[in-house]
């Protein structure tokens, strides 16, 4: 703060204090003249109404008082009179400052056991769980959601069923978070033509276990799955974790289940988005969220310490 500002501040502070301090003193003392009945003599409506004369109750000029003794006594303590840094030599910077290197140093407590021990060793321990929890919410849980259950929308899928894209391995998830992942389910509209869409769409729908009314356009399109979707979907429809294609079997979906769905899915192809945190989070939030997952999600958090917060 330059001379000029701090001078500025100096003054009015001042000035401010004498001019209360001289009122609550003064006030309590002026002398009003009054009539022999204690009236001011000030009249209204007619002489209906007459203005009394009233003393500062005494609790209020000792509270005031008190709240100037206290406020002389802060700024001779605290910041605030200017330059003056008061006394204690306090500052917010240094308290900011002190925070953080007080929670760095429960934090490497923390980064040194996660950079140790194994993801499954991790998974088991409270304190990297309640962390997970905590990172989740700050960076995962706008795209799958609060309870991890996932978002249709976009294809973000469930963390905390036992359908995998990549598989439910230490790898695969480590992978999925570090480098990202992009899901390629070519668009087969104009291949298909409306009638195989549907059809192959009928098809995938009773895989689920559900009836689909014309068997014949299930018919046709169990050979058309056979000649387009194989290669990815696998001949049961089970998906393969290496190109990141999903069961088509188990009821669970990315983008949802509906017949109507289903034919979006294989006419328009989908390309779900999965970032990458390599250069956002520390490996060893990486792993942390590994874990976090592993163990099954926002259910297994029961507190632990608040660490990361
Ligand atoms: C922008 C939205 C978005 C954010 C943010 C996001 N994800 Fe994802 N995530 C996705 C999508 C979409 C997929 C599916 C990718 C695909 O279709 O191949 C996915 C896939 C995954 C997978 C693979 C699941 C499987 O079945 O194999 C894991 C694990 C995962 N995310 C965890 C996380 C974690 C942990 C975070 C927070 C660090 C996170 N995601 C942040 C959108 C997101
Ligand atoms: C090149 C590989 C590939 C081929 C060929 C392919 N798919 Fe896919 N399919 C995928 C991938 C990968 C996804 C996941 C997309 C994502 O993650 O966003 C997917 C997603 C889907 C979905 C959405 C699943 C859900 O959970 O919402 C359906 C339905 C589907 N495929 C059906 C088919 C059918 C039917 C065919 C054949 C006509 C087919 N796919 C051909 C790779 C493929």
């Known amino acids: 703060m330059s001379a000029?500002?701090?001078?500025?501040?100096?003054?009015?502070?001042?000035?401010?204090?004498l001019l209360v301090t001289f009122l609550l003193i003064y006030g309590t003392r002026v002398p009003i003249p009054t009539y022999r009945d204690g009236t001011t003599g000030h009249v209204w409506a007619h002489g209906a109404i007459r203005e009394g004369v009233r003393r500062l109750p005494m609790w209020w000029v000792v509270l005031s008082l008190v709240v100037i003794v206290f406020g002389t006594v802060y700024l001779f303590r605290y910041p605030g009179f200017g330059a003056f840094g008061g006394t204690q030599e306090w500052t917010s910077e240094e308290r900011v400052q002190r925070h953080m290197a007080e929670n760095e140093e429960r934090l490497s407590l923390l980064f040194d056991r996660v950079r140790t021990e194994s993801v499954d060793t991790l998974a088991r321990d409270p304190q990297v769980i309640h962390a997970g929890q905590v990172l989740y919410e700050d960076n995962c849980a706008a795209c799958h959601g609060a309870n991890a259950g996932g978002n249709q929308v976009i294809g973000a899928p469930n963390l905390v069923d036992d359908a995998w894209l990549y598989g439910d391995s230490?790898?695969?998830?480590?992978?999925s978070l570090t480098k990202g992942r992009q899901?390629?389910?070519?668009?087969?509209?104009?291949?298909?033509g409306e009638r195989g869409t549907r059809a192959v769409a009928a098809y995938v729908y009773e895989m689920n276990g559900r009836d689909w009314p014309r068997e014949d356009l299930v018919a046709e399109g169990e050979e058309l799955y056979a000649s387009q979707c194989v290669a990815c979907h696998g001949p049961e429809g089970k998906g393969?974790?290496?190109?990141?294609a999903p069961d088509l079997t188990d009821d669970s979906w990315l983008y949802g289940g509906r017949l109507e769905d289903i034919i979006t899915s294989i006419r328009?192809?989908?390309?779900?988005?999965?970032?990458?945190?390599?250069?956002?989070?520390?490996?060893?939030?990486i792993r942390i969220l590994t874990a976090w997952v592993r163990a099954g999600g926002p259910a297994q958090d029961?507190?632990?310490?608040?660490?990361?917060?």
């Open 240 to 244: 393969k974790t290496a190109m990141g």
């Open 302 to 309: 029961t507190g632990g310490s608040s660490d990361t917060e």
């Open 183 to 192: 899901g390629q389910m070519p668009a087969l509209g104009s291949a298909l």
């Open 4 to 17: 000029f500002w701090s001078g500025w501040i100096i003054f009015f502070v001042t000035l401010n204090w």
């Open 170 to 175: 230490v790898e695969a998830i480590h992978t």
């Open 268 to 285: 328009d192809g989908r390309s779900g988005v999965m970032p990458g945190w390599s250069e956002r989070l520390r490996e060893e939030e």
